[in-house]
């Protein structure tokens, strides 16, 4: 998991190239190429952390692709020089709330994706079970923590880049992780001891 | 004093990551992307219309503005009021006599006399 995280690290440094903010100006200005230079930097990083939320591949693909159009439309808002990746994914995550709280009556009537596999089925069942029961819990946790512990240990975000994408000071997104945490292992005891 | 602070992650929280995704579904995903995106990309190409180059004109217009505003009240607080100053006539120019008789004073000054000058003048008749 640690690698992972690393590697989600490597994924978003490379992605704070100098040219950002002239891709962002010829995006202003329309230029297709620009704008896919970004969907190619973001859209992987974009779909894990839409999966996060909602937990469905199809749904987390349509979430990044209306995250892309809505930071198309508003590339006037972002403050020229300002980075790019901290406002889009600001627009990803506020747009991943709306969206969980729609979906989440249709997500907890489905078994999730991915849940089975080649391998032992009593194993895929228990981990279906596990799955259902931590997006269970991670539904149950209030928007900003939900937020807090999807990007950092899920997705392996560092506090300063959480406070930077929600605009909340770095004190606040360690106490958020930490309470998220704490309710997670509680619920997730109720979940599976009922 | 009790540290409250949850700081181990779950390690069950794994399950939850996105799968990877291949490489056909990551290029149809994009392809979808910058379909949807065209129109709007295509209306950004546009020739901007005289209201917006003007909205985008507005700030450092104003900002400009503000400048020279300032620029101008200082060099007016540091080159006194405005006003132009009156040179004074020297009495003598106003005494001064010629071959011909004497000249009005007031005629022949090259700048406009001041107070003190129009008196002289009116003193010794050279005023006219």
Same mark, same amino acid.
């Given at each position: 998991?640690?690698? *992972? /995280? ?5 994924? &978003?440094?490379?992605?704070? @190239? ?10 202003? &200005? ?6 896919? #230079?970004?969907?190619? +930097?973001? =859209? ?21 692709? @209306?995250?892309?159009? +809505? ?10 020089? =300002? %980075?790019?990746? %901290? ?7 506020? *747009? *991943?709330?709306? +969206? +969980? #709280? ?5 997500? /907890?009537? #489905? ?8 391998? @032992? ?6 981990? *279906? ?9 991670? @539904? ?28 909340? %000071?770095?004190?606040?997104?360690? =106490? ?6 704490? /309710?997670?292992?509680?619920?997730? #005891?109720?979940?599976?001891? %009922? | 004093?009790?540290?409250?602070? !949850? ?44 209201? !917006? ?30 006003? !132009? ?44």
């Amino acid at each position: 998991m640690a690698r *992972a /995280m690393a590697g989600a690290n490597d994924q &978003r440094d490379q992605t704070i @190239d100098l040219d950002e903010p002239l891709l962002v100006e010829r995006v202003r &200005r329309g230029d297709r190429e620009a704008f896919g #230079k970004l969907v190619d +930097r973001y =859209s992987e990083q974009a779909f894990a952390v839409a999966y996060g939320f909602l937990q469905h591949a199809e749904d987390a693909e349509d979430l990044a692709q @209306d995250a892309f159009l +809505r930071a198309l439309e508003r590339i006037d808002r972002l403050d020229r020089g =300002s %980075p790019f990746g %901290p406002w889009f994914y600001r627009l990803l995550v506020n *747009a *991943a709330l709306n +969206r +969980r #709280k729609y979906l989440a009556r249709r997500r /907890m009537e #489905k078994i999730p994706e991915g849940t089975t596999g080649p391998g @032992d089925p009593a194993a895929d069942a228990e981990r *279906a079970v596990l799955r259902n029961c931590l997006a269970s819990a991670v @539904d149950a946790l209030p928007d900003d923590l939900a937020t807090v512990v999807i990007l950092h240990d899920l997705e392996g975000f560092t506090h300063p880049e959480i406070a930077r994408v929600l605009e909340i %000071p770095e004190g606040t997104c360690r =106490s958020h992780l930490s309470r998220a945490r704490r /309710m997670l292992r509680e619920g997730l #005891k109720e979940l599976r001891h %009922p | 004093m009790v540290n409250q602070r !949850e700081e181990r992650p779950l390690d069950e929280l794994g399950v939850l990551k996105a799968p990877p995704r291949s490489e056909e579904r990551r290029r149809a995903a994009r392809g979808r992307i910058l379909a949807a995106a065209a129109p709007l990309l295509q209306r950004r190409r546009r020739p901007a219309s005289y209201w !917006e180059v003007l909205a985008g004109w507005a700030r450092p217009g104003l900002a400009a503005a503000s400048i020279a505003l300032l620029l101008l009240a200082a060099a007016l607080q540091f080159t006194g009021n405005g006003e !132009e100053t009156v040179a004074p006539v020297p009495l003598d120019e106003v005494l001064a006599t010629s071959d011909a008789g004497r000249v009005p004073a007031l005629l022949v000054a090259i700048n406009e006399p001041d107070a003190d000058a129009v008196v002289a003048a009116a003193l010794t008749g050279n005023g006219r």
